[in-house]
């Protein structure tokens, strides 16, 4: 049995269902990143990890023990909130220690660990200062240190960069990845940023309008997403989806699809097998992500099978690193990612390399994923 | 836009300055000459105010008046000066202002922060209290007084004012809890700290605004109230406003205004006081409230 499991767990207010039938094992020591737009229900799950929300139906344990009716403070979680819910009248120390002075810890064992976690967040000096004398990123240290004197089984965040500058939350984000190498300890991570996400996490699990769309590692998120939504909602920019006719060419499958001058144009598939053929002459969605397209020197030198595309550009958008080319596919915009030096320009027909090894098909209907 | 100051009052011109202090300056002077008149007329003996010179100052100032009001003057029966009265109302406005308070303050905390099926509705009921009159409850509360056995005491004044108070004190309070956040009552619950711990530790230490905002509006209604007092104190809790109408409209005798002065001033110094204290806090406490909520 996994370490925190979260079995067939529902959520209802009244009569409405907002989580449905929730299914997520974590195992010791794993970073789970829960992701999603606003008002998926990710929230709603972690607050019903801690405790805050009531459970409708399923069980969660934590540490092979059901939790669902354990009161939060005896779960042994800690919780970092969105706004850090520093306590004001409190001083830095004192904040940190209130958790162990409820749960009746003896003084000097309080002092102890205090000094160890202030030691390794580097806030010593800031112990005697109140939460309102410090900055941002000293306030998310501090609630990140009242967390972790606590030594839980299972910590819980709740889009804890969210309230930082851009900058600062980069910082952050790795300090945050750096203590979980360092400590080992099991996360759950709540967050509506898909680059937090990938970066952090050990597996991700993409939630929709209460349901887990996906959940697996980065990089299976990444490059198999199951469903249109977690393909377009992770990555920046996300991946073109573009509508296209499944057809066989010299006996291999091809995606056929029209250029900004309307003239077709097919795409051999690197995949091939039976749910594939099943959608034979068929309309389909080619995902393509934007760094599998690119000029003929980009191109991946591993890739099996690189597809020349001719196509007219729309737009390019130099963003330093890389360069953005837009063209027109199918009649929408599909966006390229190249190197900076790429030498595309605006109205002129440029030549496109595809790696298809990276492209995905979904039904235009359900919007799953087609499988091999 | 280069001279940008800080300074948010609209810009006027000097001659509009000038015009704006005397019109408030005149306004001021205008509402302190009663208390002007009183305070002059109490440093003077009777026979310079019967001699026809209210608006003189005093030709032989003297403090007998202010003596006879606190412990001589004849109130009701027996002259005992405004002292024993005084003493009521302080024995009651005291615990009446700090129960209702905790109440309102504890009513805020739950309405807010434990939120329960229909507490809205239960603090709109509880708003109504605001604006009952107070003549309405005379004979329910009356009857209640009676069957409790509180009838005619400081303890029965006590529970009218708390039972007023409430309203008012949760009033106050829920609005400015409701801008306090809930993630810290959350975060609290996961250090382990429960409904009153969280209360005493966490809430009550950052009230310090509207706690004297309701301090100081119970206080002064409290002490300044007339009909419960005359109403429920019987002949041993009457409140100084009462014995103050008694001294002022008694029947017999001479009326010694100069003692009148000096007991009006005497009873409405304490609320004086609060203000005098606590006052920048009311205005902050007020301002507080209406940005953040």
Known sequence: MSFLNIDNVTKSYGNVEVLHRVDIDVQEGEFLVLVGPSGCGKSTLLNMIAGLENITGGTISINNRVVNDVHPSKRNIAMVFQSYALYPNMTVGQNMTFGMEMHGIPKPERERKLADVAKLLQITPLLDRKPGQLSGGQRQRVAMGRALVRDPDVFLFDEPLSNLDAKLRVDMRTEIKKLHQKLGTTIVYVTHDQIEALTLSTRIAVMNKGYVQQLGTPKEIYDDPANMFVASFMGSPSMNLLPARLVEDNGQLAAELTDAGGTGLRLRLSQDGQGLRSHLGKDVILGVRPEAITDAEGADKRAQNLQILRNEVSVTEPAGSDTFVTMSLSGKDCVARMRADAEARPHEVFEFTVNMDKAVLFDPQTEERIDR | ??????????????????????????????????????????????????????????????????????????????????????????????????????????????????????????????????????????????????????????????????????????????????????????????????????????????????????????????????????????????????????????????????????????????????????????????MAGSVKG
Request: charged letters at 10%; hydrophobic letters at 55%.
């Open chain 2, 1 to 286: 836009m280069s001279a940008a100051t800080q300074d948010t009052a609209v810009r006027t011109g000097r001659i509009t300055r000038t015009f704006i202090y005397v019109v408030l300056i005149f306004f001021a002077l205008f509402y302190l000459l009663p208390f002007f008149i009183m305070m002059i007329n109490s440093l003077k003996p009777l026979s310079e105010i019967t001699a026809g010179n209210m608006m003189a100052l005093p030709k032989e100032p003297t403090l007998a008046p202010w003596g006879a009001a606190w412990s001589t003057a004849q109130i009701g029966v027996e002259a005992t000066g405004l002292k024993p009265y005084f003493l009521n109302s302080i024995l009651m406005v005291v615990p009446a202002v700090a129960i209702s308070t905790v109440l309102g303050a504890l009513n805020g905390y739950i309405l807010t922060k434990w939120r329960f099926r229909g507490d809205t509705v239960l603090f709109g009921l509880m708003l109504f209290s605001c604006f009952i009159p107070f003549q309405i409850v005379l004979i329910p509360m009356a009857r209640i007084l009676g069957m409790l056995g509180l009838a005619g005491s400081v303890q029965g004044l006590i529970l009218v004012h708390v039972v007023y108070g409430i309203g008012f004190a949760t009033l106050y309070f829920r609005n400015y809890y409701a801008a306090f956040p809930t993630e810290l009552v959350k975060s609290a619950m996961i250090d382990g700290a429960g409904f009153f711990r969280i209360f005493w530790r966490i809430m009550l230490p950052v009230s310090g605004p509207i706690a004297v905002v309701c301090i100081i509006w119970q206080f002064t209604n409290i002490w300044n109230d007339f009909l419960f007092g005359v109403s429920f104190g019987g002949l041993n809790a009457q409140p100084v406003t009462v014995a103050l109408n008694n001294l002022v409209q008694s029947s017999t005798g001479v009326k010694e205004y100069n003692v009148h002065f000096a007991a009006a001033i005497l009873a409405a110094l304490p609320t004086l006081l609060v203000y005098i204290v606590a006052g920048r806090y009311f205005v902050r406490g007020l």
